[in-house]
T-cell receptor, first 112, second 115 residues
């Protein structure tokens, strides 16, 4: 099935560093979501974006809805060990309000 | 319930056997979704229920897969004649209605291993 392309696939960073990741699509989306998944758990919603150019924050997390509507970005500032996990983007197109297409994930490991 | 509950959390079955995976959505959520997550991948859409009916089953990979939601609450995903390629985490999610701009609430998933 279709999956969005996320970059990087994985990253190791030191505690306290900032993290950036992105997600790209060949299709235009109306909604972008960012989820985090811990081992053995389902994805948990972090941030939702609804408008091109929109910048939204949730604590140390900031996400942006790309101007082209084909990409989105997630930044984590001052990373801490509990930020470890897999981050997924998900996009929702105009064709349906219920179906999301997920990215391949960015695996984040934080070194204390 | 407070969250989306999925049972069992783990299921190991032999190739060719039949399995049922259960999902209990958040109380009052009319929309229910099944996604499949293969190792190292993001979740992929399988089927969407609005109430009791399957509004979109376009993601089911073949006719060995079937899902029901007879009373508009609990849903069961059924897989016949399981194959090793069916091994994955099966995620269930629910939302208050079809307008899911806020995304879904996922359960913890059922990890299916076909040996």
């Amino acid at each position: 099935g279709q999956q969005l392309n996320q970059s990087p696939q994985s990253m190791f960073i030191q505690e306290g560093e900032d993290v950036s990741m992105n997600c790209t699509s060949s299709s235009i989306f109306n909604t972008w979501l960012w989820y985090k998944q811990d081992p053995g758990e389902g994805p948990v919603l972090l941030i939702a974006l609804y408008k091109a150019g929109e910048l939204t924050s949730n604590g140390r997390l900031t996400a942006q809805f790309g101007i082209t509507r084909k990409d989105s970005f997630l930044n984590i500032s001052a990373s801490i060990p509990s930020d470890v996990g897999i981050y997924f983007c998900a996009g929702q197109g105009a064709s349906g309000t219920y179906k999301y297409i997920f990215g391949t994930g960015t695996r984040l490991k934080v070194l204390a | 319930g407070a969250g989306v509950s999925q049972t069992p959390s783990n299921k190991v079955t032999e190739k060719g056997k039949y399995v049922e995976l259960r999902c209990d959505p958040i109380s009052g959520h009319t929309a229910l979704y099944w996604y499949r997550q293969s190792l190292g991948q993001g979740p992929e859409f399988l089927i969407y229920f609005q109430g009791t009916g399957a509004a979109d089953d376009s993601g089911l990979p073949n006719d060995r897969f079937f899902a029901v939601r007879p009373e508009g609450s609990v849903s069961t995903l059924k897989i016949q004649r399981t194959e090793r390629g069916d091994s994955a985490v099966y995620l269930c999610a629910s939302s208050p209605g079809a307008l899911t701009n806020y995304g879904y609430t996922f359960g913890s998933g059922t990890r299916l291993t076909v040996v």
